[in-house]
């Protein structure tokens, strides 16, 4: 019995992989109707990282209507599966009001997460929010310190915020 359980969750990761193959293809071929149903399964199955690319989908309205409901809705499910750029993106959301109410607190909540899981993008996105006082108390050091992370994650734009914050207290 413990073999054919084994069995049958190899061949379900297996054919979860697959259809993540095909979406991935597709989506290159610029065929986003064919990834959209292959990653709506493999999302569907569990898989956070197609739960991003559907909410993708819906951020740039490829092969789908542009929906920025939608979108916060796979971003959610991306990054409450630990998955660092669906909390970067659904942070993106709340910084700039898109599909949801303008809320810098709400996008500091999910640029943290993002940071945390050591997405580049999150890291400096915080940054940013330190840099303007949005929903965080304004300050030079907080924001070096995100943009420094982000620079540590290899985000060329992190570094370059980094050393001009640098260059201002020198």
Do not use: P, W
């Amino acid at each position: 019995m413990k073999k054919m359980c084994l069995l049958l969750a190899l061949a379900v990761s297996f054919c979860f992989a697959e259809g993540i193959d095909v979406a991935f293809e597709a989506y290159k071929k610029g065929e986003y109707q064919k990834a959209f149903i292959h990653y709506q399964k493999a999302c569907d199955g569990g898989d956070t990282a197609s739960c991003f690319n559907l909410a993708l989908l819906y951020d740039n309205g490829k092969g789908v209507e542009k929906d920025y409901f939608r979108a916060k809705e796979y971003y959610e499910k991306a990054c409450e599966g630990g998955y660092g750029a669906g909390c970067a993106n659904l942070g993106f959301l709340y910084d700039k009001g898109q599909g949801v109410k303008q809320d810098f607190s709400k996008a500091r909540e999910y640029y943290v997460k993002a940071c945390e899981g050591e997405n580049a993008k999150g890291c400096y996105n915080l940054g940013a929010l330190y840099k303007n006082g949005q929903g965080v108390d304004q300050g030079d050091q907080g924001a070096k310190y995100y943009y420094g992370k982000a620079c540590d994650f290899e985000l060329q734009t992190g570094c370059d915020a980094y050393k001009a914050l640098n260059t201002i207290d020198d």
